[in-house]
């Protein structure tokens, strides 16, 4: 059937898959009409991917050092971009994005604009230098361009702290939608969630996290579009949401006017007790708060996105994996449209979903009625009963206003299907969705950290001599490690899912956005410049990430900088110190400047060479 | 002037313009977001519309728009890759 090299048949296989996976929807469609139970459907949905996802990475095996690292530099720019979108969308993007919105509205919609415009940044500043350059790793760049094994050394803390902060969250998400999916209590849904990781990347390294992700990609963009599209049209929404939900977004406006938007005190919530995490709609969907100080927010909020997009080594090593300089560029470009794909549908979704809870007319609100009638509901019984929604009856009148109903924001997504009376199968979709984003972006995550660990700190470092079958093996035998570390950190429960995503982005600006910007943009950077810039900017921005977070020493947040936004005060510290010093020390010696030279031409042998 | 710097010139030309762009995109209409909302498109609110997809949409048409005209940069100065295709 498939003839030929692989790499050529890759719109047939991956076509094949999509129209097998779309087949599979349908006969779980027909069994759920056949009496299957829901419980099953959600099961079969998740097993199925996951068991498709580790037959990839187990065909994927390697034992080549290029094919292990940077997937032989092979991956076709389409492909890479479907990649890089799975390796990006993160279980907060998939399961909390629309929650967020949900219930932050506009304010919170700065994460959208964070999350997409940052690409910019690494198209034009990054991503194709550092194919050039012919890097495993993004401290290997360092390393080389720089010099000396201690600032690759700062690199990889950097890399790690910012990737490791990430990666919880990830697993935490895996653990969350496997218990649900399956049945299972959250602990031990994070280790089922960790061994369905690993298989896809185990074996085949980059090459394997590659072709799963693409596999990936397809589940999750299906399972988050397909429920938007279905609830639009059958609600009467309009035929195509994104251009055609005006109304509904300026009907959330008069329903929020008609209930009002409290903010509860936050003793009454303790005194009703609603569970840790759940909200209540308390911000406007689409007005846009008032005052300079509300712009600055959402502007500074959307800085330390962008900018930590360009840090964060698994988006930048994707680009390694590119044939060539060119196609790294427009890797990027379809890398975001792909995102894009996701990202311009959560508004539309967390609409559809907000008003098929609170307008009256429609048979599935909820706001407005009797307490009593909405507790008969079979959904709300499910959600309440696992502490994911609470009603409280604050005003004790026995109907539910809108600052009564609780929810999580993780679960906006998930339950829609349900609460839009869609069948059970789409919830199974969307479960597998879930699992498909998280999993992806968590075997990018490690596969980063194992990949610097065992190239840049084992074979560089500590044992240059190494051959190939030891250093695969390293590099194996961190991947269990560090994913097993992450998934007891996740376990314990530390933070909410969104708190630790933003933190990697600010962790990874504050370290390494200025030293790689300026490794290539400016050659009088030196190495003395370049590791003082990493040590005094993390540390600046963890000192006052612990100064400004309330569970640490809880100071008022300067120029409403709080703990969501401290990368600024990192990335800044980091540019003065790095310009300071580079100008204090000698210019980099002529065969530094010559490197960079090259570096800045697509055409020519790349720096490192092939096999390194 | 070598070819090599006129190359990267040229380079640098494209970088500040597409970051021109994508400031504009991605700070400065958001700076005026208040009074934004008072315009409508599609029925949406501006400020909301361009968060939702405006501004996204704008920086994948920037990203390509930005990558053909470094590519014809290349080209000119004779840096163009050959014989790799994506």
Redesign the interface.
Known sequence: MFKGKFIDNLPKIYGTYTGGFLVFIILMAIAEQAGMTAKTIGILFVAFTVCIYAFIGWMSRTVQVDAYYVAGRSV??VFNGMATAADWMSGASFVAMAGGIYFGG?TY??F??GW??G???V???LA?YLRKFGCYTVPDFIGTRYGGNFARFCAVVVLTLASFTYVTAQINATGTIAARALAIPFELGVWVGLVSILLCSMLGGMRAVTWTQVAQYIVLIIAYLLPIFWISNKGGYGFFP??????E??RLGELEAQFGLVKNAAADVKAAGVPGGLKSISLPH?????GGMA?WK??SL?ICM?VGTASLPHILMRYFT??????A?????WS??FI?LL??SA??LATLSKLSLMDPNLSTGIIGKDISAVMSIDWVQAWTAQKQAFIADFNGDGVLQLNEWFMRGDVVVLSTPEVAGLPYVISGLVAAGGMAAAMSTADGLILAIANALSHDVYYKIIDPKADVRKRLLVARGLLIVIGAAGAYIASMRITSILGAVAWAFDFAMSGLFFPLVLGVWWKRATREGAIAGMITGLASGTAYLIYVYPKFMGNPAWLGIDHLRFGIIGASVCLVVMVVVSLMTPAPDSSTQKMI?EV????GKTILGKQH | MSNKEKHWEKTKGNMFLTLALWFFFGYIIFMFGESLNSASFLGYPLAYYMCAQGSIVAFVIILFWSANRQEKIDEECGFAERGEDD
Request: charged letters at 10%.
């Open positions: 076709p720019t506009y919609m700065a959208l604009i997409t415009g690409y910019i940044l198209s034009s500043l194709p994104h251009l055609m939900l005006g109304e977004v300026a689409s007005e846009v708060p008032a712009a959402f502007i959307v962008m590119t044939p060539s300089v060119k196609a560029r427009k890797s990027v470009a975001l449209f894009a990202y311009t508004p539309m030279d800045r031409v697509p055409t």
